[in-house]
């Protein structure tokens, strides 16, 4: 892409107390840049930071101010530090040169001058001082300007259309999964990928647009004079377009997706923040929505944006003052009637009359990881309450939901193992339950925190069984302990034959690997005698219970106690 920054000449200053000698090397050089002269130390540092040299040719020997006076005085202003200064001296003497390196010289040249030998020293310094620049100003890896370049640019642009009316389109594309095909592919893949992509978005664009790499998998478009928004959105379908098109790199073939937010100046946005700060918004709605799209930014997400900012910190603040209460729902075994264990599900409260379930925050604390206090919050809780109730003479069994982000958490073995210890409940009684997610997801390190759970004698289930991976070849070679039939499968088997077939397929299942079975959201009497026809015999739903707190579920046992449906300690 053409860029205006590097078509500049560059800005070279000759500083000499001698006018012919100054006038001289200023001529023999004047193709290499743009070049200055003055004669004097104290205006060859107020030229300096006018100009910004890239080069200072530096007579030593001035009166007044001296060449390491100037050098020193350069150096230690930030217009002017990055001068490559190059000292001109009559002067072999080592102590000179050394004290010129000290003060940020980094060359010399003998007088009286040999142009030649001169020139070809200039010139090296400045492919060095272009290369810094470019570096500072453009990404390592695809070659595209860098965040500041970008920033620079866009708040020009902005400058411009407050000018001249016209609009500015910032494009913020981030791909979907690259961290995934990062991952899995092998060394150098990715990058390969980044540089395509890069490849792609410049030809989707004009020569006074900017394609910007922001870092990672995300790419900013600024789009700095665009008639009107309708333009924009043609745009972006032949971006996506052409980003979705399948790369083939190293004989592989690769689909990527990229989910695009797009705002508008003054359309949408008033200056540079709020237009990074929508396009993003925007970009993070067209993930919710299921990646490969493109958003505008709208009045619509700005309150979908502010409402999870607040759920956001809420949430943190909540985590920290340990908000959260734990409530537990019976599991009964319906030949008997019995209960026989419990689940522990997390709540929030708001208030004193209002709480809210997980649904409307375990999505938002995975993404923020506050999930991992708030999950160690409810382990813990959950083994003191229930090694209470075994106290009160109910042995029975806790399950606790254990969420992919905690799982993979490098203390979570520790974590387990003093929940155990402080609570002094019996590992066999704590049973983790994890999605088919978690297995799928890192093999080998999955492989050894199971092994490590069955050392410590903990039971490990699979939740909403079904309903994740298709592959069942895990059940075979993870030692699972009980598969929990999908609440939605049992939601509607009384009604729909391919429920009842699936139910079906994961009793057989269960009862041929020798699993334990249980059937979540049973809601009536109906399905609860169905369910035990096909063979599964422990439920959960709230036909038995609601999730309740644990004052609640001690009444509950206690009367059923006397009613005798309940696992007592033997
Ligand atoms: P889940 O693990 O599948 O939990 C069962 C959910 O179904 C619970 O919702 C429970 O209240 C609800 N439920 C139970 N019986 C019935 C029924 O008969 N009918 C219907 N319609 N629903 C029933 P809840 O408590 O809102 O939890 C929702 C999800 O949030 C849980 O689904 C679980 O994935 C997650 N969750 C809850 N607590 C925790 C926790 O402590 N840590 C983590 N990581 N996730 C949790
Ligand atoms: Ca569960
Ligand atoms: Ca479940």
Request: proline content about 3%; hydrophobic content about 45%; aromatic content about 6%.
């Amino acid at each position: 892409m053409p860029d205006k920054y590097f078509s500049l000449m560059p800005a070279i200053l000759v500083v000499d107390d001698q006018a012919t000698d100054a006038r001289l090397l200023s001529d023999a050089i004047s193709d290499l840049g743009q070049v200055q002269f003055v004669t004097d130390g104290q205006a060859a540092i107020e030229l300096a930071r006018r100009i910004g040299p890239d080069v200072v040719l530096l007579d030593i020997q001035m009166p007044g101010l001296s060449g390491f006076a100037v050098c020193k005085a350069l150096k230690s202003d930030p217009k002017t530090c990055r001068a490559a200064v190059i000292f001109v001296t009559s002067h072999t003497q080592t102590e000179n040169e050394l004290q010129a390196l000290a003060l940020g010289g980094i060359d010399f040249l003998q007088k009286p001058l040999n142009v030649p030998v001169a020139r070809a020293h200039i010139k090296a310094h400045l492919a060095l001082s272009t290369e810094a620049k470019r570096l500072s100003t453009h990404d390592a890896l695809t070659g595209l300007p860098n965040r500041a370049l970008l920033q620079d640019r866009a708040a020009h642009a902005l400058e411009v259309a407050r000018r001249k009316a016209n609009q500015v389109a910032m494009i913020l594309l981030d791909l979907d999964h690259f961290k995934t095909i990062n991952d899995a592919a092998s060394h150098g893949i990715g990058d390969l990928l980044l540089k395509e992509i890069a490849t792609r978005l410049c030809d989707c664009v004009s020569p006074a647009d900017t394609v910007s790499r922001q870092g990672g998998d995300e790419f900013i478009i600024l789009l700095p004079s665009v008639d009107d928004v309708e333009t924009v959105a043609n745009f972006t379908v032949r971006l996506l377009a052409r980003i979705t098109e399948p790369l083939l790199i190293k004989g592989e073939t690769y689909n990527i997706g990229a989910s695009v937010g797009v705002s508008v100046f003054p359309h949408d946005s008033h200056d540079l923040e709020s237009l990074y700060r929508h396009a993003d918004a925007a970009m993070y709605q067209a993930k919710q929505q299921g990646r490969n799209r493109c958003r505008f930014f709208s009045a619509d997400i700005e309150k979908n944006t502010r409402a999870r900012r607040l759920l956001e910190q809420n949430l943190r603040e909540a985590a920290a003052g340990k908000r959260f209460e734990v409530f537990y729902q019976p599991k009964v075994d319906a030949r008997s009637n019995t209960v026989v264990g419990l689940e522990a599900l997390v709540r929030w409260r708001q208030s004193e009359t209002l709480i809210a379930s997980p649904d409307q925050f375990i999505a938002v604390a995975e993404e923020t990881r506050l999930i991992i206090p708030i999950g160690r919050q409810v382990l813990i809780q959950a083994c003191h309450d229930v090694k209470w109730l075994h106290d009160q003479g109910f042995a029975l069994s806790i399950s606790v939901n254990i969420s992919a982000i905690q799982f993979a958490e490098a203390d979570f073995i520790p974590l387990i193992e003093g929940a155990l210890t402080d609570s002094g409940l019996g590992p066999a009684y704590l049973e983790l339950e994890i999605t088919e997610g978690v297995l799928a997801k890192n093999i080998e390190a999955t492989r050894n925190t199971l092994a490590a759970l069955k050392t410590l004698g903990t039971r490990i289930s699979i939740d909403d069984f079904g309903t994740g991976y298709s592959s069942l070849a895990y059940l075979k070679s993870f030692p699972i302990d009980v598969l929990k039939i999908d609440q939605s499968f049992v939601r509607d088997m009384l009604v729909d034959t391919n429920d009842v077939a699936i139910i079906q397929a994961i009793i057989t299942l269960a009862q041929t690997l020798g699993l334990g079975l249980v059937a979540e959201g049973v809601e009536t009497e109906g399905q609860a005698s169905a369910l035990l026809a096909q063979g599964c015999t422990i439920m959960q739903g709230f036909h038995y219970s609601r999730a309740v707190p644990l004052t609640e579920l001690f009444n509950y046992l206690t009367d059923r106690k006397r009613e005798g449906a309940v696992s007592q300690r033997t």
